[in-house]
């Protein structure tokens, strides 16, 4: 049997998914769930609870539900602990998900984040939207 992928969700991908579980984003992450190994660290995890903590998504759901969501992401991911920092993104913010990606041997990173898929490829990691990512899993 072939070696699940390993991968690293942007909070991005992650926020769209939470919100519209039938877009192209809640796709994407019912796929990794069900066929790939999904990485994270403190930070991102952190990132996401701050995200979702904001109060213009009060509109789509309770925070309570949201941080229920952080909690999932949570209990589904490996956590990673970064080695030494990386800085190889425009956005310093976006490096965080690099140094998941590297120190947890990801195979691709998935992300609608420009500075991040503007560096792609990074040390051998694949860094594409949601869309190619579903054809990647296809």
Do not use: H, W
Request: glycine share 6%; proline share 6%.
């Amino acid at each position: 049997m072939a070696q699940r992928p390993r991968i690293v969700l942007d909070t991005n991908v992650l926020v769209s998914a939470m919100l519209s579980p039938d877009s192209v984003p809640g796709l994407v992450v019912t796929a990794a769930e069900d066929t790939s190994i999904l990485l994270a660290s403190t930070a991102t995890l952190d990132e996401l609870k701050i995200v979702l903590s904001r109060p213009k998504f009060d509109r789509f759901l309770s925070i309570n539900a949201r941080l229920r969501y952080v909690q999932r992401c949570r209990a589904i991911a490996e956590l990673v602990r970064a080695g030494s920092a990386i800085r190889a993104c425009r956005d310093p913010r976006d490096d965080k998900f690099l140094e998941v990606a590297v120190y947890g041997g990801a195979d691709l990173i998935v992300s609608g984040d420009k500075d991040l898929l503007d560096i792609d490829p990074f040390q051998g990691i694949r860094i594409v939207t949601p869309q190619p990512y579903l054809a990647y899993t296809g």
